[in-house]
C-alpha cells in the first residue's frame, strides 16, 4: 500500500439538453473529476468524484484541492487516507488493488430502470416516450410549479400509466408541513410508489415532522437530500426509519460500509445515479446488483439529459442485465471526455 500511485485527473462538464428544474432551481451541466489510478503493479482503476452541494456535500472545488495537494503519484497510505472524506475515490482504489476491500458480489441478473420526467407539462410526453420504449416505473419532478397546477397534472400523468406501472414524486425538499400534507392526500390509494424527500433536511424539526408524515398516512416516503452524508444514513437507521432510502453510491465515501449498515438493518434501498458519466453510473450499477434485499427499480434512467455525451454516459433503457454492465468500458468514457 505504501507504494507510489500514479494518478491522473480529468475534469469535465457535461450540458443538459435542456436545463433540470428541481426545487433547487434549474441546473445546466453536470461538473465532476474522472479519476485513473495505475498502481505499481500497473492494475488500473478508474473512479468519479461528481459531488452536488446543494445536496450537501463538498465543492468540487474543495475536492480538487484536496486531490491536488497529493501530488501526481502519492502513496498508496495518502491516497486511502484520502479516501476517507472523498467521494468516490474508494472505489477506484479498490479497481486497482490498492484498496484490499473486494467489489460487491453480484446476486441477480438484472435490474429494472425508472424514468426521470421532468418539471412541469413536459413530463406528459416524456412518460409517453418512456412507457413506449418499456419502462413501467417513472419519477416526476415536483415542487417547481405551483401546487394546483401539478396536482392537477398528476391526474393527466396517472390517466396514461398501464396497469401495473408506478409514479415516483420527487420534491427535493420543497414543502412545508401543510404542503405534503396536501399532496400526500392526493396520492393516497393511487399508483404512486413513494413520494421522495417531501421535507427540506436543513428545516427545523425536519426529523420528526417526516417521521410524523410517514407514520400518518399511507403513502410511503423516500429519503434523499436527508442522508446525504453517511452520518446521516447511520442516524435515519437508528431512528427507525420506516420507508425508502434513496442511495446514490457515487456520493458516499465508503459504499461497502454503508451498504452493509443497510443490509443489516433490512431497509428499503432505491440505488440512484447522482447524474454522473458512465464510470460512476458503473459503478453505482454494481451495487444495486449485489444488493441482498428487495429489488426495487433504479434511479439510473438519466442519460438522455445529457448532449453530445456519447461515449461519456450509458443508453437509456428500461432495464440493465448484468453482462450489459460488465460490458460498460470506463476507458471509453475516460476517452470521451479529453
Request: charged share 25%.
Amino acid at each position: 500500500m505504501d507504494a507510489p500511485v500514479e494518478v491522473v485527473l480529468r475534469p469535465y462538464r457535461l450540458p443538459f439538453r435542456t436545463p433540470l428544474r428541481t426545487a433547487h432551481g434549474p441546473w445546466t451541466e453536470r461538473e465532476g473529476i474522472l479519476l485513473r489510478i495505475v498502481a505499481a503493479d500497473g492494475r488500473v482503476g478508474y473512479g468519479e468524484i461528481a459531488p452536488i452541494e446543494a445536496f450537501g456535500g463538498r465543492s468540487l472545488a474543495e475536492c480538487t484541492a484536496a486531490l491536488s495537494r497529493l501530488g501526481p503519484t502519492p502513496k498508496g497510505a495518502e491516497l486511502m487516507a484520502c479516501a476517507d472524506t472523498l467521494p468516490g475515490l474508494r472505489t477506484a482504489l479498490s479497481e486497482a488493488g490498492v484498496d484490499p476491500v473486494a467489489p460487491p458480489a453480484r446476486l441477480r441478473d438484472h435490474v429494472a430502470v425508472a424514468a426521470l420526467l421532468p418539471a412541469g407539462r413536459a413530463a406528459l410526453g416524456v412518460l409517453r416516450e418512456r412507457l413506449d420504449l418499456g419502462f413501467r416505473v417513472a419519477k416526476w419532478k415536483v415542487g417547481v410549479d405551483p401546487i394546483a397546477d401539478e396536482l392537477a397534472l398528476l391526474d393527466d400523468l396517472l390517466a396514461l400509466l398501464p396497469g401495473g406501472a408506478r409514479l415516483r414524486l420527487d420534491a427535493n425538499g420543497a414543502w412545508d408541513r401543510r404542503q405534503a400534507e396536501r399532496w400526500l392526500d392526493a396520492a393516497a390509494e393511487r399508483p404512486i410508489e413513494y413520494v421522495e424527500q417531501p421535507i427540506e433536511p436543513r428545516s427545523r424539526g425536519a426529523e420528526d415532522l417526516l417521521l410524523g408524515l410517514a407514520a400518518d398516512y399511507p403513502v410511503t416516503l423516500a429519503l434523499d437530500e436527508s442522508i446525504a452524508e453517511e452520518n446521516d444514513l447511520d442516524a435515519w437507521l437508528g431512528r427507525g426509519w420506516p420507508g425508502v432510502f434513496v442511495v446514490k453510491p457515487t456520493l458516499l465515501v465508503n459504499p461497502p460500509r454503508a451498504m452493509a449498515r443497510l443490509a443489516k438493518a433490512g431497509a428499503s434501498v432505491v440505488f440512484s445515479s447522482a447524474l454522473e458519466t458512465a464510470i460512476g453510473f458503473r459503478q453505482g450499477l454494481h451495487w444495486a446488483f449485489a444488493w441482498p434485499g428487495e429489488a426495487r427499480a433504479v434511479g439510473f434512467g438519466v442519460g438522455s439529459l445529457f448532449a453530445g455525451s456519447a461515449g461519456a454516459v450509458p443508453p437509456l433503457v428500461p432495464f440493465w442485465r448484468w453482462a450489459d454492465v460488465e460490458r460498460m468500458n470506463p476507458e471509453e468514457a475516460w476517452n470521451a471526455l479529453r
